[in-house]
């Protein structure tokens, strides 16, 4: 569903399983929210014994090693939050509220298939209020050391060209470039699994990550060949996670993005570093949305009023 409306889901959706870095059982409950709510988490079983509200966004990231993490860990986090938002911005969903009852999301099957499957089970709504997208208004990079990420403008819609380069010769350079519509992240991204090198497994371990993936969450990479005994869903399966994961953290922009997105060698903390990149300088982006009457592509600029709002607030 791709309108100049807003959505959210037709109705609550729940999903079980166990955290990949944890170990642990982990729930999550995607409710509908109304019109200009976003998409925000409503954490339960928290460190100080409180419900905490943390909204998704780039500005409330606390960490990016392995995996995307939202809020205070003191407080209450929300860890490995990308591959669902993956799902939700890849399959243009604006509104929702996710209530978790743990510190990080289930990691399912290693992609955002089961998350798709399970919002295409309830259906999505229209919120009755026209849709938002920031639109990039001048090109803006950042560097770590060879890996780079940028954002730059194009006339309409959201573009990524993703390319890796691993050491390992089973993932080897691969460079991926769609244009994101529900449909191709549907068809070429969404099944696309997290992947992981046998030789760092007990380097992990040790670090405290990785502590509930197995085979059947993970493909697994060995030396000569991928480990797991049904193989690769794609050819490209490790470019195409990658670019899954970062469709999940370009969503922490907190609106649907209208610009083309480049990296190398990037990862979560490159995807939501050219966001702080970009929303450094007002100058850099826009706030529109459809004009009146119109089905698609006209949009009007909301000028520098209106801001994007970034809370963790007690609940």
């Known amino acids: 569903m791709r309108t100049n409306n807003q959505t959210t889901l037709k109705a609550a959706a729940t999903l079980t399983g166990v955290g990949v870095h944890s170990g642990n059982p982990a729930a999550i409950t995607i409710r509908p929210a109304p019109a200009n709510h976003g998409i925000a988490f409503l954490r339960t079983g928290t460190p100080l014994g409180n419900d905490r509200l943390i909204k998704a966004h780039h500005a409330l990231v606390s960490a990016t090693e392995l995996c995307t993490v939202i809020g205070d860990v ?7 939050i990308e591959h669902l938002m993956s799902a939700l911005f890849g399959l243009g969903v604006d509104n929702a509220l996710i209530e978790i009852d743990g510190p990080e999301l289930p990691i399912l099957d290693g992609s955002a298939k089961l998350f798709v499957e399970a919002i295409d089970r309830v259906g999505l709504a229209s919120c009755g209020a026209p849709r938002r997208w920031l639109k990039v208004l001048r090109p803006v990079r950042i560097e770590v050391g060879r890996a780079f990420a940028e954002l730059r403008p194009i006339d309409r819609g959201f573009r990524l ?5 691993f050491d390992n010769p089973v993932i080897g350079r691969s460079r991926k470039a769609m244009d994101l519509s529900p449909a191709t992240y549907r068809r070429e991204v969404a099944d696309a699994r997290t992947f992981g090198m046998m030789k760092d497994v007990e380097k992990y ?13 993970t493909v697994a990479v060995g030396e000569n ?78 000028g520098a009023s209106l801001g994007l709002a970034a809370f963790a607030a007690d609940v």
């Open 205 to 217: 371990w040790k670090a405290g990550f990785a502590l509930g993936a197995s085979l059947e969450n």
């Open 225 to 302: 060949g991928v480990v797991n005994p049904e193989g690769l869903r794609f050819p490209d399966e490790f470019v195409r996670h990658k670019i899954l994961d970062a469709v999940g953290d370009l969503a922490l922009a907190g609106l649907p993005i209208q610009g083309a997105y480049r990296s190398y060698c990037g990862g979560h903390r490159m995807n939501v570093g050219v966001l702080s990149a970009l929303f450094s300088d007002r100058a850099n982006y826009a706030i529109v949305e459809a004009a009146a009457g119109t089905r698609q592509g006209t949009l009007v600029d909301l």
């Open 161 to 165: 060209d993703v390319e890796i380069d």
């Open 74 to 80: 003191e407080t209450g986090a929300v860890a490995t």
